[in-house]
């Protein structure tokens, strides 16, 4: 796995100059003259070098978990978009070197999205990643902000969202995740649309306890405009998991209505509720059951200022051959104070229930905050401070909570919004 983890350092390196590289925000010429359908970038690589300490960050058990560390991290980020396209690529790469005789750690994050109209009923859309997360650390780094204020568009579906095993077994080790969609949209009428989209994702570990597993979903929904600010749809998503090294799979079909709505120019809602019929074959048994799905979001978005909320209630098949029901709460927010300060609040609590096939009836809660705050220097550099607190409660005894601090300077490379 060290081979692994090294090609994965070269990759996502790679992908980071690949994010920078300005002969690619130059691959066609822009008018003379500014134009409705001009073309709008952002192209930048940020640079980052810290020192901190952190108490817990391996959420391990013992009194000498705690250690200083010296960091160093890149991020990069790549967006366009035109009157009928939008696409964006990031990348993120953190190493850390632990003074206290831990080998040198890093973690990494790549990920696009892109979406095309390509006639005046007809839009389609993709997205990709790859991560690399060690004891659940990349849930508390501030990897990506829009660069421009984004209008969501309700019909089509979000890139699958990462869900952190529920178990220390998991927060132990490396964990990697692979995952791709791709859909198209078709406008019926005025007000009416149908969306079918597919996919899958691969979920891979370095502990001998959990078992990799592979998951390939698809989506279908309807939407109709109510009004120009309110849209409302069913939709249908199914998704099955087969686990590495048993016979273990599982299905789960999860119908659901939905509502969105625009609040005004800066914030929009959305929220879905439906009921989760899920199956899962072990051990030449098959156990059924049925739970409730829940999701919704309330969010403001300026030139400023980010702000999203979020509550979420759904059922999946994690590493040890078991659905879990996974309860979560969040806020995210982004504030530019003015041209030189910023500052980045992200907090988030997910409760998981499931019947286990070496625990049973385990549950456990994973809680998270983070802040940053940012002072720019000069027009490329910049300075600040980051703190975050994770903690990790389930059956048993738990470990100590895990409270970092870090101050970095950061240097930018490409554009200097």
């Given at each position: 796995m060290t081979s692994l983890s090294r090609h994965c350092l070269a990759a996502t390196a790679g992908a980071v100059a690949f994010c920078s590289t300005p002969a690619l925000a130059q691959q066609k010429e822009e008018p003379a003259q500014p134009t409705e359908t001009e073309r709008a970038r952002v192209s930048y690589i940020d640079l980052t070098a810290g020192l901190g300490y952190s108490?817990?960050?391996?959420?391990?058990f013992g009194d000498s978990t705690g250690s200083a560390f010296g960091r160093l991290g890149a991020?990069?980020?790549?967006?366009?978009?035109?009157e009928r396209s939008r696409t964006s690529l990031s990348a993120f790469v953190e190493g850390s070197t632990y003074f206290d005789d831990t080998d040198f750690k890093s973690?990494?994050?790549l990920a696009g999205e892109t979406q095309h109209q390509t006639s005046e009923t007809v839009t389609v859309f993709g997205s990709a990643g790859f991560s690399g997360d060690l004891s659940g650390q990349l849930s508390n780094r501030f990897l990506y902000v829009p660069p421009v204020p984004e209008v969501p568009d309700v019909t089509l579906p979000p890139p699958p969202t990462t869900v952190l095993d529920p178990d220390l077994f998991s927060f132990a080790g490396r964990q990697?995740?692979?995952?791709?969609?791709?859909?198209?949209?078709?406008?019926?009428?005025a007000r009416s649309s149908i969306t079918v989209s597919g996919?899958?994702?691969?979920?891979?570990?370095?502990?001998?306890?959990?078992?990799?597993?592979?998951?390939?979903?698809?989506?279908?929904?309807?939407?109709r405009s109510l009004s120009e600010r309110t849209t409302v749809g069913v939709n249908l998503n199914v998704e099955h998991t087969t686990y590495d090294d048993t016979n273990d799979n599982s299905t789960l079909?999860?119908?659901t209505v939905s509502i969105s709505t625009r609040l005004s120019e800066f914030w929009d809602v959305r929220a879905s509720a439906g009921v989760v019929f899920s199956s899962f074959d072990r051990d030449g048994q098959t156990d059924h059951s049925t739970g409730?799905?829940?999701?919704?979001?309330?969010?403001?978005?300026?030139e400023t200022e980010r702000l999203c909320g979020r509550v979420g209630r759904n059922s999946s098949s994690l590493s040890r051959g078991a659905l879990t029901t996974t309860t979560t709460a969040g806020v995210d927010?982004?504030?530019?104070?003015?041209?030189?300060?910023?500052?980045?609040?992200?907090?988030?609590?997910?409760?998981?229930?499931?019947?286990?096939?070496?625990?049973s009836n385990f549950s456990s809660t994973y809680l998270r905050a983070a802040a940053s705050y940012s002072r720019k220097i000069n027009g490329r550099l910049s300075g600040g401070a980051d703190v975050s607190v994770r903690s990790l409660m389930a059956d048993g005894p738990d470990p100590d909570p895990d409270l970092t601090g870090t101050l970095f300077v950061r240097y930018r490379l490409g554009d200097l919004g």
């Amino acid at each position: 796995m060290t081979s692994l983890s090294r090609h994965c350092l070269a990759a996502t390196a790679g992908a980071v100059a690949f994010c920078s590289t300005p002969a690619l925000a130059q691959q066609k010429e822009e008018p003379a003259q500014p134009t409705e359908t001009e073309r709008a970038r952002v192209s930048y690589i940020d640079l980052t070098a810290g020192l901190g300490y952190s108490t817990n960050p391996f959420l391990r058990f013992g009194d000498s978990t705690g250690s200083a560390f010296g960091r160093l991290g890149a991020r990069g980020v790549h967006a366009w978009s035109t009157e009928r396209s939008r696409t964006s690529l990031s990348a993120f790469v953190e190493g850390s070197t632990y003074f206290d005789d831990t080998d040198f750690k890093s973690i990494f994050s790549l990920a696009g999205e892109t979406q095309h109209q390509t006639s005046e009923t007809v839009t389609v859309f993709g997205s990709a990643g790859f991560s690399g997360d060690l004891s659940g650390q990349l849930s508390n780094r501030f990897l990506y902000v829009p660069p421009v204020p984004e209008v969501p568009d309700v019909t089509l579906p979000p890139p699958p969202t990462t869900v952190l095993d529920p178990d220390l077994f998991s927060f132990a080790g490396r964990q990697y995740r692979a995952y791709g969609q791709a859909g198209v949209s078709f406008r019926t009428d005025a007000r009416s649309s149908i969306t079918v989209s597919g996919g899958g994702s691969r979920v891979w570990f370095t502990g001998d306890l959990l078992n990799d597993y592979t998951t390939v979903f698809g989506n279908g929904s309807y939407n109709r405009s109510l009004s120009e600010r309110t849209t409302v749809g069913v939709n249908l998503n199914v998704e099955h998991t087969t686990y590495d090294d048993t016979n273990d799979n599982s299905t789960l079909i999860n119908p659901t209505v939905s509502i969105s709505t625009r609040l005004s120019e800066f914030w929009d809602v959305r929220a879905s509720a439906g009921v989760v019929f899920s199956s899962f074959d072990r051990d030449g048994q098959t156990d059924h059951s049925t739970g409730l799905s829940l999701d919704g979001s309330i969010c403001h978005n300026s030139e400023t200022e980010r702000l999203c909320g979020r509550v979420g209630r759904n059922s999946s098949s994690l590493s040890r051959g078991a659905l879990t029901t996974t309860t979560t709460a969040g806020v995210d927010w982004y504030k530019k104070l003015d041209d030189k300060q910023t500052v980045q609040v992200s907090a988030g609590a997910t409760r998981y229930s499931s019947d286990d096939e070496l625990v049973s009836n385990f549950s456990s809660t994973y809680l998270r905050a983070a802040a940053s705050y940012s002072r720019k220097i000069n027009g490329r550099l910049s300075g600040g401070a980051d703190v975050s607190v994770r903690s990790l409660m389930a059956d048993g005894p738990d470990p100590d909570p895990d409270l970092t601090g870090t101050l970095f300077v950061r240097y930018r490379l490409g554009d200097l919004g």
